[in-house]
Nanobody, 124 residues
């Protein structure tokens, strides 16, 4: 069973930086797409950034130039470096993995997997 474990959230002042990490486990050989989403109170969950196994990245307009997503495919881990943080970035950040291929099974699914979420709070 695929499990995603996030870390790195916390409280930071306006203009500060945080780095989120998400490690996937569960007999995984590879993951097609890994990414980050966030949900602020009273708002819908929204995409922050995604990264494909082929090296393509996609960012929400609101974070372009401030956030950077990266992956370590040998560790099935994705990172989100967040700089120049603003109060509007305050949210629960969720790690996502889509389409997992399993070691030794020659099988890939088309499922979405989610972490438990990590709180990021930016004070003004």
């Amino acid at each position: 069973q695929v499990r995603l474990v996030e870390s790195g959230g916390g409280l930071v002042q306006y203009g500060g930086s945080l780095r989120l990490s998400c490690a996937a486990s569960g007999g995984i050989f590879s993951i097609d797409t890994m990414g980050w989403y966030r949900q602020a109170p009273g708002k819908r969950r929204e995409l922050v950034a995604t990264s494909t196994s082929g090296g393509s990245s996609n960012y929400a307009d609101s974070v372009k130039g401030r956030f950077s997503i990266s992956r370590d495919n040998t560790k099935n881990t994705v990172y989100l470096q967040m700089n120049s943080l603003k109060p509007d970035d305050t949210a629960v950040y969720y790690c996502n993995a889509y389409s997992v291929c399993y070691s030794g099974a020659y099988y890939c699914d088309n499922n979405d997997y989610w972490g438990q979420g990590t709180q990021v709070t930016v004070s003004s």
